[in-house]
Each structure stands twice: as structure tokens, then as C-alpha cells.
């Protein structure tokens, strides 16, 4: 996100819709890691990559419907060796893509999280990518001592803000798994763990 933070924070702090791809999950040797993210802006613009050229079309496509009011979506898509070659890659891989739209009525904790991340605070964002219609796309952003937004209930909040700390201390970004209440040891909830550390 920090690659496309300072256009996103401008749109948000505008009142403008977005739709963002975000790599959550990447498998063998996927050309960007998680974390990387596009933006499809409000007049269209394309600004950030999750591939560095297989899969930017799909990607944009899907943003633009988001961003236009379809529902969050978590796509898979592989990139074959030769795709990979024929864009000028060194490899293929596979990636897993979250969209959503990000605005100030759908993300009102964002200014917050992107002021941290702006002045190098240690700081997470956890976002919904799997789960139940109404859980998918919910944020919790999290500091070491504190939390702001809610992924659904006090349970989950309290699972993955525990979790999420684990990862922040250590600069990890990754994809953690629950039951659809928060439960460890479970599936069916996957939240992804975006950490900004200094």
C-alpha cells in the first residue's frame, strides 16, 4: 500500500470512491509479494501493481467494477511460466488478489492508518478477505497498544488483533486463518495482515 498511499489518501480525503486489487496470497515464485497493491481511481486512472504486467488488465477490470458497486472479491490467478516470460518476467507463480472499494463511508479509519504510516509508526491493517458476505471487507487497524474499526464482533477482534501484534513485531505481512467467529484452529474466516513497520 505504501506505493499507492499518497494518491489513495488524496481520493479518500476527497470523498472519492476507489477500487483496490491487493496481493494476500502469493504461491511459488509470484512476481510481487503480498502486500503489493493497484488502485483504479475515480476517473480511471490506474496507479500501483500486483504483477508487474500478467494479470494488470484483470485486475483493473475487476477494481473498476468494485469500485463501482459490485461486492469485495478474492480472485486467484495463476501466471504460467510462459505468460510470465512473454511479459518479461523471470518466473511464474500464482497470487491471490483481494478488491474492494475504499472510501470514507467504507473505510473511515483510513486517515488514521495512513497518518501512522506517513510519520513510520509501527502499525497493521486487517482486512477480511474470506468469510461470510457481510464479515468480507471489514477493517481493524492496529497499533501495538491500541485498535480502531471492528472485524464483526469482539471475539474476532480479539483473536486477530492478538495475532496481528505477533506479526507487527516482527515486520511480518501474511494471511491468517479462523473459524467465522473468531474461532483458532478453524477455517472458513481468512484475514489478511498488512504490517508497516519503521
Do not use: N
Amino acid at each position: 500500500m505504501r506505493d499507492i498511499l499518497h494518491d489513495l489518501l488524496t481520493w479518500w480525503e476527497a470523498g472519492e470512491r476507489v477500487g483496490v486489487g491487493t496481493v494476500v496470497g502469493t504461491f511459488r515464485s509470484a512476481p510481487r509479494p503480498a502486500g503489493a497493491a493497484m488502485m483504479v481511481g475515480p476517473d480511471g486512472s490506474a496507479v500501483g501493481s500486483v504483477s508487474g504486467g500478467c494479470v494488470e488488465g484483470a485486475v483493473y477490470e475487476t477494481a473498476t467494477e468494485v469500485r463501482d458497486g459490485a461486492k469485495p472479491v478474492l480472485t486467484r490467478f495463476g501466471v504460467s511460466d510462459t505468460d510470465a516470460f512473454a511479459v518479461g518476467l523471470t518466473c511464474g507463480g500464482i497470487i491471490d488478489v483481494f478488491h474492494e472499494r475504499l472510501s470514507r463511508e467504507d473505510f473511515p479509519e483510513f486517515g488514521e492508518l495512513a497518518a501512522s504510516i506517513r510519520d513510520d509508526e509501527r502499525v497493521a491493517l486487517a482486512t477480511i478477505v474470506a468469510g461470510r458476505p457481510e464479515q468480507v471487507g471489514r477493517h481493524l487497524v492496529i497499533w501495538p497498544e491500541r485498535t480502531l474499526g471492528s472485524l464483526g464482533s469482539e471475539r474476532i477482534d480479539h483473536s486477530v488483533s492478538s495475532d496481528a501484534r505477533g506479526l507487527l513485531a516482527s515486520g511480518r505481512t501474511a494471511t491468517l486463518t479462523y473459524g467465522l467467529d473468531g474461532e483458532r484452529m478453524d477455517s472458513g474466516l481468512q484475514v489478511f495482515v498488512s504490517a508497516f513497520a519503521p
